[in-house]
Each structure stands twice: as C-alpha cells, then as structure tokens.
C-alpha cells in the first residue's frame, strides 16, 4: 500500500489534518489502535477558540458545532465566596469561546472523512514507524483478518505522529534527538458528566479554601464538573452524593442554591500535567498534539493547540507539495513551539492560581489571593487573562 502523508492516531489532530491534506488533494491513510466508538467514549474539554472554530469552518464540518455548541463571551471567576465576571467579549475587542464537546468535534471529524470516502485504519495493531531519517518512509501495522491477524506495510513521503501522549511516533525517535520538558502537579481532576442543566449559563472556575472546582457544561440539560482531589484518590471512592456535595461546599451560596443533581453519565480522575517535546520534527516523521505536549485542562488549550498544530502542518505540507518548497516544513517546529509555550506558560499560570498548594504555606496562599485580587480588579490583570483564554490569532508575531 502507498499513500502521501501516513497519520498515526484518529483523535482530533490526526482527523482534522486529514481534512485539511484532502482539501489540497493530498492522499493520506489514518491508523488508529481503537475502534472509533472507542475512540467517541473518551471525555475530554469542551471550549473552543476561534481559531479552532474557523477551522471546522475551513474544512466544511462547522454545521452542528454552529448549531449546538454555546457561544460565551465569558467566565466567571469564584474567590473569596464571591463571583467575579470576565468578560471576554468586552476585553478582547468582541471575541467569544465555543463550548462544544470534543467527542462531538471528533464525530464531525469522523462523519465527514467516512462521507468523503477517506482511508481510516482501526484497530490497527502493534503499528511501528520505520525509515523516517529517508525520503522512503514505513509503517507497518498488523490488522485482523479471516485467518487471524494480518502484517501490512504503508509506504508513504511522511508520517504525522497525531497518537497522542502515550503513542508510538515519540517514542521512535532515536533518544538524544528530542528534548522534553515536562511538570507534573501533585493533584488529579476528578470530572462528572451529568444529566442535569448546568449551574450557570457560563462557566465557574472556583477557588476555594477546600480546593478548585469547575463548572462547566455541554448543552442545556448536560453538565460536566470538575474537583481538585488527591492524586491518591480513586474514582470509586466519589460516590455521586459524595460529588455533589463537595461541589456545593466549594461553590458561593448562589451557586450552591441553584444547583441541579443528575444521573451521572461518566465519571474519572485525570492527573494534571504540563509536558512539550522539542523539536516536533525528526526527518520526515513529525509530531502533533497531545504526541508533542500536554497542558493541566485549566485553561482549556489542548485542544485547541492539537488544532493549531495540524493548520501549521497542513500548509507547510502544502508547500511542499505544491511548491517543491520544505521552507515550511523547516519551519514547522519552531512555528507551533512558540505558540505551544505561550499556552503552557498560561495553562501553568491559571492552575498555579486557582488550585490549593498546601506545600506553599501561608505566604504562598497569601501570594494567590494577591494576585486573584489584582486580576479582578485591575482592567490589566483581567485584559490579560482573557486575551489568552480566547487564544492568540493563527499568525501571531508574523
Ligand atoms: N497506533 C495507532 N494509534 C494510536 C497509537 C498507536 N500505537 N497510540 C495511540 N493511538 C491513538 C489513540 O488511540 C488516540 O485515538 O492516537 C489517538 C490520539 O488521540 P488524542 O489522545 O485525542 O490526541 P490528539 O488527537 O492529539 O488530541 C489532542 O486530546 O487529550 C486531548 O487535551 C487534549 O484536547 C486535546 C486533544
Ligand atoms: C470542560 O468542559 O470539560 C472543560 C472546560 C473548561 C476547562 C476544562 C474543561 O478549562
């Protein structure tokens, strides 16, 4: 088998690639190690920047996120039992966030390559990655056949590792080739997908003297919560009573009234860390996604980073193809790191502030409550962290 671009993984950054290469007329083969239903169970953010929503847009698969997702024009921020409004809207000269679930922008994803007649390899097993320091890069894969399973071999000009952290294409580059920083928190979220309306029209970040919590939502009448909780947690130990009632006590009095309990649809603990892979390149083997960094979910960028990965990506690919020009592909890394490390300074930022760090002490609590005080009430402060919660436009400091 042969195609042009071989794409590991069929998450959000290696589907959306694949629309965009197509668009161009670029052939490409995704495989992925799940099934798709499996792939659709995953929970994941569900806050899009405008440059994400443009390329849904782009690509021709916005319908149903222009129809369900929620636009908001801000946040509010809990501290002190008192709610304070960002308004994103205002702040940023009339810039909003799409709340749209990822499962729902990977359905998108998936229902329009499947409708474009695409190649899409699932269950793909013990897939490895070969040769990619030539110009005559592999991948070889074992897929179940009649008579048990099958080895298959994809010839291709380039592989995109989009398999996420835990993936295979990072881990095939020659060690020593790649740096990689990385930052683990000493706390988990423990996050609830609840069949009731959400709290509040907008989002709540809250930071309470008992630890962060976040209300967010899905649609009208589907919530999803998260709580700070111990690494050492398990999920079984959250009873859903047992949720409910830690999120009333971290919330204000309002909040706490106006809440509405529901069945639970899924429930699970997700430890929080901040991790980049430099460069994202390796020969024709290329990195994107969760494959080359990881944000805590604070402030929501790790979806919207896959997004911006694979738009650099698919126009330097582009280039090449059509320009015999690998100025862009030269430029790859460099180009999606600069980004990627603003959003980690920000996501790093926006734990450090709304979490509790008893390992701080006093005077670290007494340093967060001084900066959540001068970030409500400094037109600064606020300007500042909503410009990067909206995210920075596509070609910023071009
Ligand atoms: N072979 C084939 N597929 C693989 C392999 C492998 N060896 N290893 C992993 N995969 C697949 C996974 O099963 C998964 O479906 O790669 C896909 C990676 O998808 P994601 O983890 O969703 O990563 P990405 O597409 O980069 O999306 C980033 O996901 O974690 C969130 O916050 C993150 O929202 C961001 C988004
Ligand atoms: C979510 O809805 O799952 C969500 C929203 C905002 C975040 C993180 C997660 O910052």
């Known amino acids: 088998m042969r195609t042009q671009v071989a794409i590991i993984g069929a998450g959000p950054s290696g589907l959306l690639l694949g629309q965009l290469l197509n668009k161009a007329g670029i052939d490409t083969i995704i495989l992925e190690r799940q099934t798709s239903d499996h792939v659709l169970t995953r929970i994941r953010a569900g806050v899009l920047e405008q440059v994400c929503v443009d390329l849904m847009d782009e690509v021709g698969v916005g319908q149903r996120m222009h129809h369900e997702g929620l636009v908001h024009g801000g946040f509010d921020l809990l501290f002190k039992g008192q709610r304070h409004r960002i308004d994103l809207n205002r702040l940023t000269g009339g810039k909003n966030v799409m709340v749209y679930g990822q499962t729902e922008l990977t359905r998108d994803l998936m229902d329009a390559r499947k409708a474009s007649g695409l190649s899409t390899i699932y269950t793909a097993g013990n897939l490895t990655v070969h040769d990619f320091d ?17 080895a298959n071999e994809i010839e291709c000009d380039f592989i995109v590792g989009c398999d996420g952290f835990h993936g295979v294409c990072r881990a095939s580059v020659p060690s020593g080739a790649l740096r990689e920083f990385e930052k683990i928190y000493p706390f988990g979220w423990l996050g609830m997908l609840s069949e009731s309306p959400p709290v509040h029209e907008e989002l709540i970040y809250a930071n309470s003297p008992r630890g962060f919590a976040l209300c967010s ?110 100025a862009g592909i030269d430029h790859y890394s460099e180009r999606c790191l600069r980004r990627i490390w603003r959003a980690e300074r920000f996501s790093w930022w926006l734990t450090s502030l709304m979490h509790r760090f008893p390992e701080n002490g006093e005077m670290g609590q007494k340093f967060q409550e001084a900066e959540l005080d001068y970030l409500i009430n400094s037109e600064a402060g606020s300007r500042s962290l909503a410009e990067n919660y909206v995210g920075l436009p596509l070609d910023f400091g071009e």
């Not at 030539?134 to 074992?142: N, W």
């Open 134 to 150: 030539s110009h005559q890069p592999r991948v070889r894969y074992e897929e179940d056949g009649v008579k048990g399973k099958k």
């Open 217 to 326: 939502q899905r649609s009208q009448t589907r919530s999803r919560y998260y709580l700070q909780v111990p690494l050492t947690d398990k999920v079984q130990d959250w009873s859903d009573e047992a949720f409910w009632q830690e999120l009333r006590l971290r919330l204000d009095p309002k909040a706490r009234e106006q809440l509405v309990t529901g069945p639970t649809i899924e429930k699970s603990i997700a430890p929080l860390r901040s991790f980049v892979t430099e460069p994202m390149r390796f020969g024709r083997l290329f990195l994107a996604g969760d494959a080359a960094h990881i944000v805590p979910p604070t402030g929501a960028k790790g979806l919207n980073l896959a997004a911006t990965d694979v738009k650099y990506l698919s126009s330097a690919l582009i280039e090449c193809y059509e320009e015999k020009s690998e």
